[in-house]
C-alpha cells in the first residue's frame, strides 16, 4: 500500500472497537462510526465470557490482557443448573488458575477497548444511511446527521440490522422463535439473597422441558441480569393481552405462564429491580457467504449474528476485528487482505452458527424434553477453548513465517 488508506469501520461495538485497536496499533488511522451519542449512551446488555481461543487471543494482539484481567471475574465461569422445581441438577467450579472464559461486563469491555483508542477516532452520533460506490473500490458514506465521508475499505461492524451487509448480500435475520424479558437485581447480595443464593459466584440455567427457561448471570457491582425465556410468536403480547410496558402486567402474565415453577424459583421471574425489557433471539442464516465487493467486508454479528448458546457471538466478533487488522498490515492491498480474512472467517463462524443456533432451538424444544436439556460438561469445555488456542497461534506462527 503506497499511500495511507482511508479506513471507515461502520460501528463502535467490541468488532469495530477491536479491529481500529489493532489497526491502530499497525500504524494504520481507522475513523469509526457510532450511531450512538456516547460509549454509555444505553444499555449494552449483560455479562459475557472471553474464551482462550478467540476473544482472549484478540485481546492479547491488542495488548489489553491485562487491563482485561482487572475488569474480568474469573469466579464468574462457575454454572449451575436446576430443575423448575429447584434441585440442582449440575454444577461446574472452575479449578484453581483455570482462565478458560473470564466474565466480563459488556459495558466494561466496550469502555474498555473505547478508552485504549486514540483520542478523536470514533465520531460518535453517526448512523450510517448508505454506502455508494463512486469508483474503484471506493465508497461514499452518508449519515443520518447530514456528514459524508469516502472510505477505501469500509468494515461493516454495525451490528444484527447492519446497513454494510446490504451491499453485500439480501441475507437479513431470522427470528428463532424465542422471546425474552431481560431483568436486573441491584444490590443483589443485600436486597435479594435468595436469588443470589442460586445464581451463586457465575451462572444459573434452569428449564421445564416445555419450551420455558430462566437463566441468571453474575454481573459486576453486585447486580445479577435475569433472562425470562420463552418459545412465542413475535406478537404473543398482542392475542394475550399484556401490556409490556406494564411492570405488574408482565409479572401477572409470568406467573400464569411459569405456574408449574416452584416457589423457590418464582423470585427470578417477579422480584425484579425496575422494568421488564422485552427482546427477542433473532440469526442469520448460517453458514453465509457473499460474493466480493471491492473495498467493503463485515465483521462480528453483521457477519455472522447468532444465538447466544455457546457465547460464541462476541468472541467471534473481537477476533474478526484482530484478524482483519493484522490481514490489512501484511496483505500489498486491501483487496488481498479482505480475501485473506474472509478466507478464514466464512468457515469458522458458519460452523459455530450453525451449532449455536441449533442448541438454542432444542433447548427451547417441546418435545423429546430430556437429551436436549442435558447440561454440557464445562470442565471439558475449557479445556477444549485451552487446546484450540494453542492450536490457533501454533497455525498462525507457521502462516506468518
Not at 484481567?69 to 422445581?85: C, F, I, Y
Amino acid at each position: 500500500m503506497t499511500a495511507p488508506p482511508r479506513i471507515a469501520v461502520i460501528g463502535g461495538g467490541p468488532a469495530g472497537l477491536m479491529c481500529a485497536r489493532v489497526l491502530q496499533g499497525h500504524g494504520f488511522q481507522p475513523v469509526v462510526y457510532d450511531a450512538d451519542a456516547a460509549v454509555d449512551a444505553r444499555d449494552p446488555g449483560g455479562t459475557l465470557d472471553l474464551h482462550a481461543d478467540s476473544g482472549q487471543i484478540a485481546l492479547e494482539d491488542a495488548g489489553l490482557m491485562a487491563a482485561f484481567r482487572t475488569l474480568a471475574r474469573v469466579e464468574g465461569q462457575a454454572k449451575s443448573r436446576r430443575d423448575h422445581h429447584g434441585t440442582v441438577l449440575n454444577e461446574f467450579v472452575p479449578a484453581e488458575g483455570d482462565e478458560a472464559a473470564p466474565e466480563i461486563d459488556r459495558g466494561l469491555l466496550r469502555t474498555m477497548l473505547y478508552e485504549h483508542l486514540e483520542p478523536g477516532t470514533v465520531r460518535w452520533g453517526h448512523k450510517l444511511l448508505a454506502a455508494t460506490p463512486v469508483g474503484g473500490a471506493v465508497h461514499r458514506l452518508e449519515f443520518a446527521n447530514g456528514a459524508h465521508a469516502e472510505a477505501d475499505l469500509v468494515i461493516g461492524a454495525d451490528g444484527a440490522w447492519s446497513a454494510v451487509r446490504r451491499v453485500l448480500t439480501d441475507a437479513v435475520p431470522q427470528y428463532l422463535g424465542v422471546q425474552f424479558f431481560d431483568a436486573r437485581f441491584d444490590d443483589v447480595d443485600t436486597r435479594h439473597p435468595e436469588v443470589a443464593a442460586i445464581v451463586g459466584e457465575g451462572h444459573m440455567f434452569s428449564t421445564d422441558g416445555a419450551g420455558r427457561a430462566v437463566i441468571v448471570q453474575r454481573n459486576s457491582n453486585g447486580v445479577v441480569r435475569g433472562y425470562v425465556a420463552f418459545r412465542a410468536e413475535l406478537d404473543w403480547h398482542v392475542a394475550a393481552g399484556v401490556d409490556v410496558t406494564d411492570r405488574e402486567a408482565v409479572r401477572s402474565h409470568l406467573l400464569k405462564e411459569f405456574g408449574e415453577w416452584s416457589a423457590i424459583m418464582r423470585p427470578l421471574l417477579t422480584e425484579n429491580d425496575g422494568d421488564y425489557v422485552q427482546r427477542s433471539f433473532w440469526a442469520l442464516p448460517a453458514p453465509l457467504t457473499w460474493d466480493h465487493v471491492p473495498g467493503l467486508t463485515l465483521i462480528g454479528d453483521a457477519a455472522h449474528l447468532m444465538a447466544p448458546f455457546g457465547g460464541h457471538g462476541t468472541n467471534l466478533a473481537l477476533l474478526d476485528g484482530a484478524e482483519l487488522a493484522h490481514a490489512i498490515a501484511k496483505e500489498d492491498s486491501l483487496d488481498d487482505a479482505v480475501a485473506r480474512y474472509e478466507a478464514a472467517m466464512f468457515p469458522r463462524s458458519g460452523q459455530l452458527a450453525g451449532s449455536s443456533n441449533t442448541a438454542l432451538t432444542r433447548f427451547f424444544a417441546t418435545t423429546s424434553p430430556d437429551a436436549p436439556h442435558l447440561p454440557p460438561d464445562h470442565a471439558q469445555e475449557h479445556e477444549d477453548y485451552r487446546t484450540r488456542a494453542a492450536e490457533y497461534r501454533r497455525l498462525r506462527a507457521e502462516r506468518d513465517r
